[in-house]
């Protein structure tokens, strides 16, 4: 703008008085203009579209820059972004990466800023707001190192048209019922020769999250996978005077035994499990919720349901397996309180709503599961994220690929339940110990 008339001097003058004032009536400081990066790789940059433009509204000085990158890239690009000290200021992570990567983390603060009345956020606040898995994979000594945008869980995808057609009225809501199913579901040619699978379970590299249905059956049968301090493996030890994983591991593998007679059920010249199931090659799969999307886009046809995981007979707790992504902050950032300021509002009632609304998937927040529980698509991952279950892990890549290889041996015979267990054990126990 150019004043006719008025010095130059003058109208500098002018212009920093009125910031100054400007100043002293916004409390005394002009708000610096901050620039937040923020990585992430399954959500694009719709998902967080409306929640970033609400926050930027209330603080027009903060500008939020998301990036999302190739899920076998992510970690990787990462690791390396941190060595070269241009990480982000706030990253997605996965649930199992606490133990991982907890040195490039800032964890949020918990005591009242400078001018602040109190703080951002409490871990009391934490347990009250959202469900118990979060706490004991985000959370370590009562700090929080992540917060949770939503949880997943394993559920049972079953076809109504097979279960119809077999006579089953429900699906099976113990292991002992499952079994039964199976053997109903399951078409053999007079070879015994497998035409059409009761479920995709009994292998790992056909199977989508296989070594997540071990971890959830080990769990469920009362599997304790670390010591108390998540520094060494326990899951092949006996849990009073019983080899729990041994024994989970064994019931796994038995769906792909042809020994096994009626049981067998799987093996691995069947197609991807989604796959199967999603042609009607299979009758029940087990998998997480962003699947009813997938299985609607590969067949608009397919009948199914979805059904609460399968418990022990006579358990007390209803246990699924846990699997999700959190936001956290890195330590690196230079603007760590405004990061973990806008991640308390991503995840907080009104933001989570945003997100949520965007993704459609299973809330991590109790206030917002409520509201899920009777959603068709969600109601039964909703229910279960109350009791979900996941375990610490050094390195999920290599335990996925640990017990993927212990499947396979058991499989292939080249080592008991129990040895595949043992083994197993041991080269997680090295994981732990380059970690600690």
Known sequence: MIIIGVPAGLVVLVLALFLVLRGIGSGGKIPQSISLSFWGTYDSSVAFRDAISAY??????????????????????????????????????????????????????????????????TYKQF??????????????????????????????????????????????????????????????????????????????????????????????????????????????????????????????????????????????????????????????MFNYSHNISILRGKSGRLNFGVAPAPQ?????????????????VSKQSQYSYEAWRFLTYLTSNQGAKFYLKATGRPSARRDLLELQQSDPDLGVFANQSLTARSWYQPDSKAVETIFAQAINDVNYGKATPREAIQ???SKVNVLFAKIR
């Open 56 to 121: 930027e509204k209330t603080y027009p000085n903060i500008h939020i820059e998301y990036r999302q990158l190739l899920p076998n890239e992510y970690e990787d690009s990462l690791i390396q972004a941190f060595a070269a000290n241009s990480g982000p200021d706030i990253w997605m992570m996965h649930n199992t990466w606490l133990l991982k990567h907890w040195d490039k983390i800032l964890q949020l603060p918990q005591t009242a800023a400078k001018g602040e009345k109190k703080p951002l956020f």
């Open 127 to 284: 347990q009250e707001q959202f469900v118990d898995v979060t706490d004991k994979d985000l959370t370590f000594n009562q700090e929080i190192y992540g917060l949770p945008l939503y949880t997943d869980n394993l559920a049972l995808f079953y076809n109504k048209d097979m279960f119809n057609t077999a006579g089953i009225a429900n699906p099976p809501r113990t292991w002992d019922d499952f079994n039964t199913d199976v053997e109903r579901l399951t078409l053999k040619d007079e070879r015994g020769n497998i035409i059409r699978s009761g479920a995709a379970i009994g292998t790992a590299q056909n199977i989508n999250r296989s070594t997540d249905i071990l971890s959830m059956i080990m769990i469920q049968h009362g599997t304790i996978m670390t010591d108390d301090e998540a520094k060494t493996a326990t899951f092949a030890d006996q849990v009073e005077g019983v080899s729990v994983g041994e024994k989970s591991l064994q019931y796994y593998t038995d769906f792909a035994q042809p020994i096994k007679g009626e049981r067998y059920t799987w093996n691995e010249s069947q197609h991807y499990s989604i796959d199967a199931f999603a042609e009607g090659n299979a009758a029940m």
């Open 312 to 328: 022990p007979a006579g358990a007390s707790i209803n246990v699924s397996y846990a699997n999700y992504w959190a936001a956290t």
């Open 423 to 425: 083994t197993a054990q």
